[in-house]
Nanobody, 123 residues
Framework: EVQLVESGGGLVQAGGSLTLSCTTS????????IGWFRQAPGREREGVSA????????RYANSVQGRFTISSDKNKKTIYLQMNSLKPEDTANYYC????????????????WGQGTQVAVSS
C-alpha cells in the first residue's frame, strides 16, 4: 500500500523559513516521481516542486524558484521541501504526491497523495 505522510507545517512570519517532510512507503522511491503541491482556500491545487531520484531531475514552479528547494533522503524514503523567504501568498495546505510515470507540476498527473500539512505565513 502506497503511503505518504507530510509533516513540518506551521505558522511563520513573512521572510521566515520552514522545512516540510514527506515520509513514503509502498513504492520504489528511486523510480517514482514525487512532488509537492499546495492548495490555498478558494484556489485550485497547484504544483510547487517535483523530482525523480533515479534521474536527479527536478522541477520548480516559477513562483517558488530560488526560494524553495526539494531534496531527499533515500535511506529514510523521505523528501523535504525547504522553504525560505516565505511570503503570505505561500499560505496553503501543502501535499506530497507520487506517480510512477509522470514528472511534472500538474496535480492531475499524480496518483498517490498524502493528507497534507498546513503552512500559514503572516505579514
Amino acid at each position: 500500500e502506497v503511503q505518504l505522510v507530510e509533516s513540518g507545517g506551521g505558522l511563520v512570519q513573512a521572510g521566515g523559513s520552514l522545512t516540510l517532510s514527506c515520509t513514503t512507503s509502498g513504492f520504489s522511491f528511486d523510480d517514482y516521481a514525487i512532488g509537492w503541491f499546495r492548495q490555498a482556500p478558494g484556489r485550485e491545487r497547484e504544483g510547487v516542486s517535483a523530482f525523480r531520484s533515479r534521474t536527479g531531475t527536478t522541477r520548480y514552479a516559477n513562483s517558488v524558484q530560488g526560494r524553495f528547494t526539494i531534496s531527499s533522503d533515500k535511506n529514510k524514503k523521505t523528501i523535504y521541501l525547504q522553504m525560505n523567504s516565505l511570503k503570505p501568498e505561500d499560505t496553503a495546505n501543502y501535499y506530497c504526491a507520487a506517480d510512477e510515470f509522470r514528472l511534472g507540476l500538474d496535480p492531475y498527473d499524480f496518483t498517490y497523495w498524502g493528507q497534507g500539512t498546513q503552512v500559514a505565513v503572516s505579514s
